[in-house]
């Protein structure tokens, strides 16, 4: 069974515009991590942000925020002031804790282009 | 800021041949991670090692596949007989006691 769904294959976003980008998650685990990595064209994998399943308040680094909803399980990327430079591939992912953290564990991935 | 990283950045290879790919983790990391990307298909795990053991491994990591960490700053993924469908980049990643995985720039890897 899928652990991490990326529903959205790709998306176009005007420069200055805000984008979100859904990631639903699957675990029976009460611990567990979530993530987000930005992969540009360059190819390599650029960590973004983090959440715990136990934090409260929904993660934000600079432009990024993380919109955890852990009832639905969800775990949704915004970047806010989108710049021409935010076009990559953004993979959501998943640790879970079982007496150590397992393996990180990636969605599909959502294409993001940002047009002028 | 400290970063892992990989050697070579490409590297080609006939069918049948050996590879190895390196990679020197962030210096007081404690966990490595090797993980394969075939092109533009998702990140898969392969491998995860700990205090000089493999702590987890994938189903695509079989007995073609080793990992080592033959001093105190390499950690190398050997591929004995490399196959067509081994051609993918391969990213090593390392981390703390944190959940968060720093990863290299990556090694891409064709097999011909």
């Known amino acids: 069974a899928q652990k991490i769904t990326q529903t959205q294959p790709g998306m176009f976003v005007q420069e200055k515009e805000a984008v979100t980008l859904d990631c639903t998650y699957d675990t029976s685990d009460q611990s567990y991590g979530l993530f987000w990595y930005k992969q540009p064209s360059s190819g390599e994998m650029i960590f973004l942000i983090y959440?715990?399943?136990?934090?409260?308040q929904n993660a934000t680094e600079g432009r990024y925020s993380l919109n955890f909803q852990k009832a639905r399980k969800s775990a949704n990327l915004v970047i806010s002031a989108s710049q021409l430079g935010d076009s990559a591939m953004y993979f959501c992912a998943m640790r879970e804790w079982d007496d150590s953290w397992g393996k990180l564990q990636f969605g599909a991935g959502t294409q993001v282009v940002v047009t002028p | 800021e400290p970063e892992v990283t990989q050697t070579p950045s490409h590297q080609v290879t006939q069918m049948g041949q050996e590879v190895i790919l390196r990679c020197v983790p962030i210096?007081?990391?404690?966990?490595f991670y090797w993980y394969r990307q075939i092109l533009g298909q998702k990140v898969e795990f392969l491998v995860s090692?700990?205090?000089?053991?493999?702590?987890?491994k994938s189903e695509i990591f079989d007995d073609q596949f080793s990992v080592e960490r033959p001093d105190g700053s390499n950690f190398t993924l050997k591929i004995r007989s490399t196959k067509l469908e081994d051609s993918a980049m391969y990213f090593c990643?390392?981390?703390?006691?944190?959940?968060?995985?720093?990863f290299g720039e990556g090694s891409r890897l064709t097999v011909l």
């Open positions: 090692f700990y205090n000089n053991e493999i702590s987890e």
């Open positions: 990643a390392s981390s703390r006691t944190d959940p968060r995985l720093f």
């Open positions: 959440q715990g399943s136990y934090d409260e």
């Open positions: 210096s007081n990391h404690l966990y």
